[in-house]
């Protein structure tokens, strides 16, 4: 994707529209641990299949494993059996256990991993740089666009040590789309924040993805982001990760805050509710086996 | 937001720029509290050291005994001030201060990093770089003299040894504590090796390059003075700040020593004004705090 300045809106328009890719096939993948000798098996013969566009919410309690799949698909771990495809092609698989890293598979980090030497606009800039699609110039002014286009146009030139950690964390989502990714994964990237900035970040989210369409693997433990997030909820068992269940969210989008005031809204949160309420309760009386 | 946010920052910009360094410097209250405490400070040294002088000797503080009042040593002070050979003791000690810990850094920072980065690397030289570094620098003195063949190369090279295992220390912790985070994330964006070591791990080991080089630069001192006066006194080379104390303490001049001594501190002082405005400089992120 060379974009020079003149028809960089253009390819922004043809980049909303040719949405059809990012299809992750997650297929019997297990993962086994094996600290000194102890096997400690985190995923077991999990399956999902998720559709090019579409919003995966990953639900379960902590430690799960749920973790473990998202570095599977970055690249950062090796799987033991399974295999993970995107788009048909094999990321990794048998004979092949770890993934290489990619940048259309982007992550967004728990803690935020914005470089803090850098400026949020050098920061954004930075993979179209190393990866030299676009010179130094270019790279910052694209950056710097889409920062804009984010809502952070006045804070562009500020590092994120002096910004709050909404706005970091919402230049790092601007980080990861310069890159054209075709899935975007995060790892509870809003887990630290207060219901506030949290339900500013919601709508900063689907915004860029009802502008970008990009598929979207999104762990959380918190159950009404799941669903005011997401396409289909997928509620994972505890240790070892297994699917346990799958919710369909049927609400139209483009959402807003009052959906979570709607009818439809109260019935899913039930239903997920209840599934992910069995699953706690066996994570804590594993927990209380494991302490006995 | 943004625009509300704008014009209120351009505001709050631009009233700063009406007053002049010099009034902004006059209405800086830490300074203020600096000069004070400063003030206070030397009041109560000059009370303590004239006790006897005004009050009688019955009434002297116990324990106390000879302590030049600060008014003789700026005396003392004054009428050293237009001597060359002052200014020669503290060009000798920034002269062999300087070149040590240049050297230490010029050696000490990639030696540090390549610990950091190369697992054969370290294994073959961390071991024995363990073994060296609790060896305190004083301890390489007579050693020193005895194979380099001049003083100054003596002083030099203990000087260097002194900084050296602070800067390689620090280095080598703070290139192995950046988040492995920041690595994912730049090899996820297709980071090459070279990116990941030149715009990752460099810049992540800045603050910690600098803490090296603020403690290491106040060993470098330490040692050097030590130095100067163990090896100063004889027929070469010589000299510096070290040996001026020595040499008032020969002397039996007790101002001057005290001279001596304050004239360490503010050497000292201008070292590490200097290395924190260089860090300043060079790491623009962390001026924040």
């Known amino acids: 994707m060379n974009v020079s300045v003149s028809n960089f809106d253009e390819a922004k328009r043809s980049m909303t529209v040719s949405q059809s890719r990012g299809a992750l096939s997650i297929r019997n ?12 098996m985190a995923v077991k013969d999990c399956s999902m299949e998720i559709a090019a566009g579409e919003v995966c919410m990953i639900v379960g309690p902590s430690g799960c ?5 998202l570095n599977a698909i970055a690249g950062f771990h090796s799987i033991t059996y399974g295999e993970i495809l995107l788009d048909g092609e094999l990321l990794c698989g048998p004979g092949k256990p770890k993934a290489e890293q990619g940048a259309e598979r982007m992550v967004v980090f728990q803690h935020g991993a914005l470089f803090p030497w850098k400026t949020l606009a050098q920061n954004v800039a930075y993979g179209p740089m190393v990866q030299g699609r676009l010179s130094k110039s270019l790279a910052l002014e694209k950056s710097r666009d889409m920062l804009a286009e984010a809502g952070l146009g006045s804070v562009t030139e500020k590092y994120p040590g002096e910004v709050s950690s909404g ?11 310069i890159n054209d990714p075709k899935v975007l994964l995060l790892d509870e990237p809003y887990r630290a924040m207060d219901a506030l900035t949290k339900s500013i970040m919601h709508e900063s989210l689907l915004e860029t993805y009802d502008r970008t369409k990009v598929t979207i693997f999104f762990i959380t433990h918190d159950l009404e982001e799941a669903i005011f997030l997401g396409d289909k909820v997928h509620i994972v068992t505890t240790r070892p990760c297994q699917l346990k269940k799958t919710v369909n969210v049927d609400i139209a989008r483009p959402r807003s805050y009052e959906t979570q005031s709607s009818e439809e809204f109260r019935l899913l949160m039930e239903e997920v509710n209840e599934a992910v309420h069995e699953e706690a309760i066996k994570a804590f009386k594993a927990g209380e086996r494991e302490l006995a | 937001m943004t625009d509300i946010v704008q014009p209120n920052n351009a505001g709050v910009q631009a009233a700063p720029k009406k007053r002049s360094r010099l009034q902004k410097l006059a209405q800086n209250e830490s300074l203020w509290r600096g000069i004070t405490a400063i003030a206070v400070f030397l009041l109560i040294w000059e009370i303590g050291a004239r006790w006897d002088e005004w009050f009688g000797k019955e009434w002297m503080i116990p324990g106390v005994g000879l302590i030049p009042p600060p008014s003789d040593v700026f005396a003392a002070w004054l009428k050293v001030l237009p001597k060359p050979g002052y200014w ?43 073994i060296l570094r609790p060896i305190p620098p ?56 070279w990116d990941l070591f030149s715009k990752i791990i460099l810049p992540g080991t800045l ?33 510096g700040l070290g040996f001026f104390i020595w040499n008032s303490y020969m002397g ?10 304050i004239s360490i501190g503010i050497a000292g002082y201008l070292s590490s004004s200097a290395i924190r405005l260089l860090g300043d400089w060079f790491m623009p992120w962390r001026r924040l705090f």
């Open chain 2, 207 to 239: 603050p910690s390059i600098f803490t090296g080089a603020a403690v290491g630069m106040g060993i470098t001192w330490e040692v050097v003075l030590a130095a100067e006066m163990i090896s100063g006194g004889g027929t070469q080379g010589g000299g």
């Open chain 1, 29 to 40: 993948v297990t993962k086994i641990y094996d600290p000194e000798g102890v096997n400690v």
């Open chain 2, 88 to 130: 020669d003791s503290w060009y000798q000690s920034f002269k062999r201060v300087l070149s040590g810990f240049l050297v230490a850094m010029i050696v000490g920072i990639p030696f540090g990093l390549a610990l950091a980065v190369n697992k054969y690397f370290r294994d073959v030289f961390f071991p024995p770089f363990e």
């Open chain 2, 252 to 261: 039996g001049s007790l101002e001057q020593i005290v001279v001596g001594m």
């Open chain 2, 138 to 193: 004083l301890a390489w003195v007579p050693a020193s003299l005895i194979f380099w063949p001049t003083n100054e190369m003596s002083i030099a090279f203990v000087t260097f040894l002194g900084a050296f295992f602070t800067i390689v220390i620090n280095v080598l912790g703070g290139a192995r504590t950046i988040d492995v985070r920041y690595l994912r994330a730049a090899q996820s964006m297709g980071a090459s090796q």
């Open chain 1, 65 to 69: 494993g749920k973790t473990t799949l």
């Open chain 1, 167 to 177: 706005m970091s964390r919402r230049a790092e989502i601007v980080r990861a789309l």
